[in-house]
Structure formats: C-alpha cells, structure tokens
Nanobody, 120 residues
Framework: QVQLVESGGGLVQPGGSLRLSCAASGFTFSIYAMSWYRQAPGKERELVAT????????VYADSVKGRFTISRDNAENTVYLQMNSLKPEDTAVYYC?????????????WGQGTQVTVSS
C-alpha cells in the first residue's frame, strides 16, 4: 500500500533553516513527480514545490521561490525540501504527495505531515 511519511519539522527562529524529508513506499517512486504542500491553520492546503520524476524540472510557489529547494533521491525513494530564510508565514503542516503528471493533482492518500513553526 502507498505510504508517505514526512519528517524533519520543528520550531525554528525567523531566518533559520530546516530540511524536510518524505519517505515513500508502495509505488514505483521513480516514475512519479513529487510535490510538497503545506496547510496553515484556517487556510486551504497549498502547493509549495514540485520536482519531476528524474529531477529534470522543478517549480515553486512564488512565496517560497529563492528560499526553498526541492530534491529527490530515487534510490532511496525519498523527496526533500530544504527551507532557508524561514519566515513566520511559512508556519504550517507540510505534506508530500505523488503526481502522475507534473502539473496534475496529487494521487496518494495524505500522510500525517510534519509541523513547521517559525517563531522567535
């Protein structure tokens, strides 16, 4: 069965960095695009970044462009999100998901997510 397990969140001061990981299993990871999403309290879940199946292409939300970097390791079935210059507005639960198409919708059940809190 498909499983996505996010980790790496925590409490960080503004300007700090975190690296999130998402371990995937139960599907052929290397043929799917992967994305990170986030959901802040009282807001809808939003797409943060997407990486193509072989890491050729990436795309970011305007709000994180230049600060976040998505990457993946197909040998380890893991996708990462390096977050630098964090701002309080980055506070949210972060989720990963798989996509059959780069611009398509997520196809897997959501995992538990990992909480990121940016606060002094």
């Amino acid at each position: 069965q498909v499983q996505l397990v996010e980790s790496g969140g925590g409490l960080v001061q503004p300007g700090g960095s975190l690296r999130l990981s998402c371990a995937a299993s139960g599907f052929t990871f290397s043929i799917y695009a992967m994305s990170w999403y986030r959901q802040a309290p009282g807001k809808e879940r939003e797409l943060v970044a997407t990486i193509s199946s072989r890491s050729v292409s990436t795309v970011y939300a305007d709000s994180v462009k230049g600060r976040f970097t998505i990457s993946r390791d197909n040998a380890e079935n893991t996708v990462y999100l390096q977050m630098n210059s964090l701002k309080p507005e980055d506070t949210a639960v972060y989720y990963c998901n798989a996509k059959r198409d780069y611009w398509g919708p997520p196809v897997a059940h959501w995992g538990q997510g990992t909480q990121v809190t940016v606060s002094s």
